[in-house]
């Protein structure tokens, strides 16, 4: 039964919601930086980490800060090993980068700044001989220091990227779930699973299935009740909008964009987007800003052809009425409703 349990949770994690890809994306690139890789697959393997970020980050401005990471981290010609484990690391350990970087929406501005300095000052590639795993990790949380306990769990992310049999991935929320969150504990649950003839994946895997709350959970869920995910987040962005947080909407909106794959309804939810952008510019007083998004967004509305669950034509009109204000230097006034239908 337990053999069953744990391959059930393995299967989960790898092929439903695709934890594998960071993994092997992080692999990839450390093959290309040792020279015996090709570029063009770390790259593809990085590009498919990308687009799958929404299954397994629940907050939007992490997924867009993680992209820009990530695109990054694929235009340069030499990485260290600490960011060739980057896609591994920062998803595996998502909620202690959502605590430092996310949590408190005044960091969110220098979060791409923090990330770029943590991983290129991060140097592992002296630690890669060492031989003894407690010695290993030791020096590992000397050298992550982050507040909070989070050295603990991004340690754990680095060291099974450095040594895959002698260290197991623990997230925050798992760790804490069963009290590991030191490394006391965590060797003794590393040495149990050992005994035990448990894969540090599978024990990666299972905590994961049972304690850490991730959408690619609730994605299966829809998946097999028929809920609507498009509908879900199109209620989201219209709460969001009603409320005047138009950048917090676009986002919204933006992973609406990721969820259809009909290329006519990216053209008419992108023309949304970019009118939440150019409100949000002119709240912020950046009228010019404003204006020159309205010009790209209007004819993506008003040339869509596809119906959508939103009031899609009004806003179009109120777009074309806005700008004509804007050019005129008149305040608008009442925002436009967004409303799903």
């Known amino acids: 039964m337990e053999e069953k349990l744990l391959g059930a949770a393995q299967y989960f994690y790898i092929h439903v919601e695709k934890r594998g890809l960071p993994l092997e994306a ?10 015996s890789g090709s570029r063009n697959i770390a790259i593809s393997m990085l590009e498919r980490t990308k687009k799958h970020l929404p299954l397994w980050i629940e907050d939007s401005s992490q997924v867009q800060i993680y992209k820009r990471f990530f695109g990054y981290i694929s235009k340069r010609e030499e990485l260290n090993l600490a960011e060739c484990f980057s896609p591994f690391v920062l998803v595996g350990a998502w909620e202690s980068f959502y605590d430092l970087l996310i949590k408190e929406r005044s960091k969110r501005r220098d979060a791409f700044s923090w990330l770029k300095d ?21 020096k590992l949380l000397e050298r ?6 989070h050295s603990f769990f991004v340690a754990t992310h680095v060291a099974y990227m450095m040594n895959p049999h002698a260290f197991i991935p623990i997230s925050k929320s798992t760790g804490n779930a069963v009290s590991v969150d030191e490394p006391g504990a965590y060797f003794r649950l590393v040495e149990s699973t050992r005994r035990r003839r448990i894969k540090p994946i599978e024990v990666s895997a299972f905590l994961h299935l049972l304690y850490e709350k991730v959408p690619s959970k609730r994605y299966g869920a829809e998946m097999i009740l028929g809920i609507d995910r498009e509908l879900e987040l199109l209620k989201k962005a219209e709460k969001l909008w009603g409320e005047g947080e ?13 969820y259809v794959k009909d290329p006519e309804k990216r053209e008419c ?69 967004f409303r799903v239908v």
């Open 26 to 35: 992080s692999k990839a690139l450390v093959n290309y930086s040792l020279g």
């Open 118 to 138: 943590f991983f290129e000052s991060l140097q592992v590639e002296d630690l890669r001989e060492e031989e003894k795993p407690t010695t290993l990790f030791e």
């Open 144 to 149: 992550i220091d982050l507040p909070d306990n």
């Open 246 to 258: 138009f950048y917090e909407a676009h986002e919204i909106l933006e992973e609406v964009w990721e």
């Open 269 to 337: 939810y992108q023309g949304v987007i970019r009118f939440a952008i150019a409100l949000y510019h002119y709240q912020s007083g950046e009228f010019k800003k404003a204006q020159n998004v309205l010009k790209k967004a209007l004819p993506q509305m008003k040339n869509c052809k596809n119906k959508l669950p939103i009031n899609l034509r009004e806003l179009a009109v109120q777009a074309e009425e806005i700008l004509h204000r804007l050019k005129e230097g008149s305040p608008l006034g009442v925002y436009p409703p």
